[in-house]
């Protein structure tokens, strides 16, 4: 397995291209099974998720047709071209759902398009037990029926789907996508309370009214859909990826540094943003995308909860922890929206960092200095936050387990790199 080597101590300087969205890639991937029409995705991220995307739909006879920047350098985001004349298979095999819990989002669209589907439970996972109850609710409520039968969902609608009013009780981004591509194709209304507001369900959404769905509200926690018989095909540029711009950011705050992430929006960060802005780092829109600083003085130790959007996001906790293992005082992390998502803390302490946990808070105390380790962790953002203290404890880190990276971080190395740190990646032998 690979390995990534990092030499701390340097600010990094320079600029960062921000890819297209990997959370918004996967589900917009799955709108292909909802048309016979081409669907084409522009500002497509290049990662080991979407990989296992395009496997999975090609399995359900999608024909996925990727087309990348002929020079593959960072930032050129590749195109893709999905085209679902016919579905050929409406299992969602073990083997691909265990390997990305996204894989549950074609459940909507295979029901909706072909009146059954048979999709592996994707199980529990690294960050917590994770069920699917809400979306299995939402699809009841829309006239499917149901069973769990060896492991899989078996779900009918002989005669389709019809449009139903669905009350979350509390916030699930893929629930709501789910559900959301199901109402596209039901008979009838279908109103979705308590939606998830995540840039990515938006964009989810915009690139469903492109092939022509009824969808109002978008953007609020009350999405209201009139099914159609029938959707068309599109091209929708992905929006910008606010988990690697908000990485991004840390890394620039972290190291002392100074940023510019292009093609990026301050409003997908707002909330990041805020937070780092107390904590002493500077951040200024541009007409390409965002600069981040940290020029002049400490950073300062500052609270945060994680919450829907538009709070603080999840996916950022444990880089923000990385940030403030260095900043003076103390910082109180909660984390409310998954039960078990503090693995990184062990590793961090492992490079000297000060940290207690209870339940679902860690505080920790800014110490003067981290020191480099070997280091590993078993998620994407949890791997992420390692690489974070690394770029700045003294000596070398070496992290292990990089795979968990190439799921989520479009070339990571090559972009800390262009700004000046000392990243390598130690290719396994064999
Ligand atoms: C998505 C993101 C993930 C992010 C998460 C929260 C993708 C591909 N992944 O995951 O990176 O961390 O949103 O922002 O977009 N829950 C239930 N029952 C359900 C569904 C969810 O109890 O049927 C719970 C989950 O266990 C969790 C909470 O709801 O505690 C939020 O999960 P959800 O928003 O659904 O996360 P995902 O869509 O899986």
Do not use: W
């Amino acid at each position: 397995m690979d390995r990534i080597r990092i030499r701390g101590g340097r600010p990094l300087i320079g600029t960062i291209p921000i890819s297209g969205a990997k959370n918004a890639a996967l589900p917009l991937m799955a709108t292909t099974l909802l048309t016979d029409q081409p669907l084409t995705l522009t500002n497509m991220p290049r990662l080991v998720d979407i990989a296992t995307m395009a496997t999975l739909l090609a399995q359900h006879g999608v024909d996925v047709h990727r087309n990348d920047h002929p020079n593959g350098k960072a930032g050129f985001g590749g195109e893709m071209r999905l085209t679902t004349a016919n579905i050929t298979s409406t299992t969602a095999p073990y083997e691909l759902v265990r390997r990305m819990r996204a894989s549950v989002l074609v459940l909507g669209p295979l029901l909706a398009r072909c009146g059954r589907a048979r999709v592996s439970l994707p199980g529990g996972c690294a960050i917590g037990t994770r069920p699917v109850d809400l979306h299995i609710g939402g699809l009841r409520q829309m006239g499917a029926s149901i069973d769990l039968v060896g492991g899989y969902i078996e779900a009918e609608a002989p005669k389709g789907l019809s449009g139903a009013t669905i009350v979350f009780p509390m916030v699930s981004v893929g629930a709501t996508e789910n559900l959301l591509m199901a109402a596209t194709l039901a008979r009838g209304d279908t109103e979705l309370v308590n939606a998830a507001r995540e840039p990515e369900v938006v964009d989810l959404a915009r690139c469903l009214q492109a092939m022509g769905a009824d969808i109002e509200g978008i953007g609020t926690d009350r999405l209201r859909i009139r099914g159609r018989d029938r959707l068309g095909g599109a091209r929708h540029a992905i929006v910008s990826d606010r988990i690697e711009a908000g990485t991004y950011a840390m890394a620039a705050a972290i190291t002392g540094g100074r940023i510019e992430l292009l093609d990026t929006r301050l409003e997908l960060i707002l909330a990041v943003a805020k937070i780092l802005t107390n904590a002493g780092v500077e951040f200024t829109e541009t007409a390409t995308g965002v600069v981040v600083s940290r020029a002049n003085g400490a950073l300062i130790g500052v609270d945060v909860m994680t919450e829907p959007f538009p709070g603080f996001p999840t996916d950022l906790q444990a880089q923000m922890m990385a940030v403030m293992c260095t900043a003076q005082g103390a910082a109180m992390i909660t984390e409310t929206i998954f039960e078990n998502r503090f693995m990184h803390v062990p590793e961090l302490m492992r490079m000297g960092a000060n940290i207690t946990v209870h339940q679902a808070s860690a505080l920790v105390r800014g110490v003067g200095r981290l020191t480099g380790a070997p280091v590993m962790a078993t998620d994407l953002r949890a791997s992420v936050s390692l690489v974070l203290a690394g770029l700045v404890a003294e000596g070398t880190t070496e992290l292990n387990r990089v795979y968990h990276l190439d799921r989520g971080y479009d070339r990571l190395e090559e972009k800390l790199a262009a700004c000046g740190a000392s990243v390598e990646r130690i290719k396994a032998e064999g």
